[in-house]
């Protein structure tokens, strides 16, 4: 009876959440945001930094509502000064919710559907967030910009969200992106058990009992640990194979 009602009262909470963050998000675009824009100085930061709190306040009602626990590891480096890319695995769709709730100053590269989305879509063109689908040059040169600005750009190298199971499989763009920029890279690692919100899956398909999610900040990786080749291509296969191992060995297939 008791699982039952916890059930029941996580698929209710689940749905309920998910209708905050969209109505709410929405709702923030139209009306605070429009007000701050009036406002001298860096329109752009302010949305972002909305956006963050936003997210902050979200995972806080997340736990607080029972829906997941959080541990985290070594936090105070997501906001440490400079630009750098934020590497991650990616097993569920709340990872940029929880890292961007961390990070005081984040960059994304979102779905461009997202950024068309009608009631996400203007707080994410206020924010500056960068669309997928620019042509690479332009797509870099955003990245670029967003990196010298001292902003961390959330990436996420399988592309798409892992498969329970399935060893990390990374593309090449991420590695073309350091490469091309020079960034240190920030490794993040994220698990989660059991599975939710997983590629595929419909938010009302909740596991049995509240998955408890895992925050593991790792080290650091300079860029000169993955430059030290002449030609840029060959720097950028040897990232790929050791990112590709380094989440591997961390989440148990080696």
Sequence with gaps: MMRRLDYSWRLFATGSAFAFIFFGGGLLAVTVLPLLSLLPGRKRRRAQMIVHRLFRHYIWMLRHLGLLTLQTEGLDKLAAPGGRLVVANHPSLL???????????????????????????????????????????????????????????????????????????????????????????????????????????????????????????????????????????????HLVRFVETYFAEKLGYV
């Design 95 to 237: 990872d940029v919710v929880i890292l961007m709730a961390f990070i005081p100053k984040a960059q994304c590269i979102v779905k461009h559907q997202l950024w068309d989305h009608k009631l996400l879509g203007p707080l994410v063109r206020r924010a500056g967030y960068i669309r997928n689908d620019l042509d690479p040059e332009t797509l870099v040169a955003a990245c670029k910009t967003a990196l010298d600005q001292g902003n961390s750009l959330i990436i996420f190298p399988e592309g798409t969200r892992s498969l329970p199971g399935v060893p990390p499989q990374m593309r090449r763009g991420f590695a073309n992106l350091a490469t091309l920029t020079g960034a240190s890279i920030q490794l993040v690692v994220i698990t989660c058990d059991p599975p939710t919100l997983i590629k595929g899956e419909p938010w009302w398909r909740i596991p049995p009992h509240k998955p408890s999610f895992r925050l593991v900040v790792d080290e650091v990786l300079d860029a000169s640990t993955y430059l030290d080749h002449q030609c840029r291509s060959l720097a950028a296969r």
